[in-house]
C-alpha cells in the first residue's frame, strides 16, 4: 500500500513527469490503447505584494487588490499508444487546457466580456522501439526539458513558481522571474522534431547513459501562422520588422543522463545545452529599443544532479548563458543569465514535505548605455509545501512562497514602473491550501 500511495503521489504532483517518458509500453504487438486522462487543481490563498494598487483616486480609476483569491485549472489528455505486430511502438498524446480570461464576473463563461473554451498546449506523436530509441513530433517538450535533473517540484501545487492556473496565478506582476524551470510554455509549446536515444548500460558499474536531440525551425506552434512573403506570422519567418526579443529560429537542443542505483541510492545527473538564433532586425532603429544594439543568440547550459534515499529526494541543477526570464532573447552589450536551484522532498507514506529555493540574475529591462537602470536583475524565490495523499485520484496541499526581485531605476521604466516598488523592490508572499485531483 505504502509503494502505491508513492506511486500515486508522484503521478498526481509532478505535472512534467509523464511527459519524459517516450512511450507507454502496449500490452501485445498488434493492440492499441486508447486513454483520457485528466487534471483538476484548485486553491484558495492569501497573498501580499509590493503591487496591490494602482490607478488614479482623481481619474476615478484607483483600484486596490483582494488579498484573498483563488486559483484553479483544469486539463485533459486525450491520446493513444499502441505496437505493430513486428513491435514498433506508435502513439499519441495531447495536453487541452482552460484558456486564461481578462478579469470581470463570469467572464469564463461563455460571454461578450470572454471567453469560453480550451486550447491544445502539447500535442505530439511518436514511433520507435526500445532498443532503438524514439522519435516525437509535434509541439512538444524537447530534450532540454525532458532532460532536466535536479528541479524538484513534486511537492504542495506541484508546480511552485513555474504554475499555470496554481497559487503563483494570484501574484500581480511583482512575482519574480526566472528561466531555472525548463518545463516552461516557451520551450514545449513549439514545433519540433526530438529523437531520445534507447537507454544504455555503461558495462562497468551498474549505470545507465540516455541521451537525446531536438530541433525547431521557428518559435511557432501547430497550424500558427500561415507562409506568405511579407507576413510577420508566418510559419517559416526569419526576419520581421522590429525584431523580437521572444521568437526564435533555428532552435537545437542536446542532452545526456547518467543514471545509477547502488547501495539503496537512486542517483542521477544530466547536462544540456539549447541553441536559437533570433529574428532578424529590419526598419529604422527606432521601431524597437534593442534595434540599435540587436540581440545575442540564445545560448544555455544546464547542469543538474539529484539522488533519492528510502524516501528523500534532494536535487540541485544551474543554468546560465546569453538568455533573459522566459527564455527570452537579450540585447547585445547586456550581462549573461545565471540561475541556480536546491530543492528536496520527502515521501512517507502518503504523506509529502518539500521545500525549494532558486536565485538568478538577468539583465532585466536594462539597455546597453542606460545611466536610470541597474544592470542586474536579481531574483529569487521560496517554496515550501506539504501533501496528503487521500486516495490514488486525490491529494489535498498547503504551500508557503515567498519571492523577490531587485533592479533599481527599473521603477522608472513605464513598461514595469507599477511592478516595483521604492529603490526597485518588489516581493511577493503567500499561503494557499487547495487540492489537486487526477485521473
Known sequence: MRKLLMASAVSLLAAGTAWAQPAKQV????TIVVHLNGYFQYSVGDFGSTNMKGGSVAAGTAYKLNNVATAGDFRLFPGFDAQTVNGIWYG????????????????????????SGIYVRRAYGYLGTPNYGYARFGQTDGVFSLMQTGVIENFGDGAQWNGDGTPVLMFPGTAPGNF???????????DKIVYLTPTVSDGMLGGFFSAGISFEPNSNGLKEGYASPGSNTGANDSSIYGGSNSRRRNTLDLAVTYGLKANGFENKISIGYLHGSPLGILG???????????????????????????GLTVGANIKTGQVEDGYNLKPKGTRNGLTYI?????????YILGVSYFNGQTSGVYTPGSTKVARTLSEYGVAAGANYIVAKPLNLFIQY????????????VSSVSNYFG????????LIAIGATIKW
Not at 500490452?27 to 498488434?30: F, I, N, Q, R
Not at 531555472?180 to 513549439?190: H, M, Q, R, V
Not at 529604422?284 to 528510502?310: K, N, R
Open 27 to 30: 500490452a501485445a504487438p498488434g
Open 92 to 115: 499519441f498524446q495531447a495536453e487541452l487546457r482552460t484558456a486564461t480570461t481578462p478579469a470581470g464576473k463570469g467572464v469564463s463563461n461563455s460571454s461578450t466580456s470572454g471567453f
Open 180 to 190: 531555472i524551470y525548463a518545463d516552461t510554455g516557451a520551450l514545449y509549446a513549439t
Open 284 to 310: 529604422p532603429v527606432s521601431s524597437h529599443p534593442a534595434a540599435p544594439y540587436g540581440y545575442d543568440e540564445l545560448s544555455v547550459f544546464q547542469a543538474g544532479a539529484q539522488t533519492t534515499y528510502a
Open 342 to 350: 536546491v530543492g528536496a522532498s520527502y515521501m512517507m507514506g502518503p
Open 401 to 412: 512562497m515567498y519571492g523577490h526581485k531587485h533592479q533599481p531605476g527599473a521603477q522608472t
Open 422 to 429: 521604492a529603490n526597485g523592490n518588489a516581493q511577493v508572499q
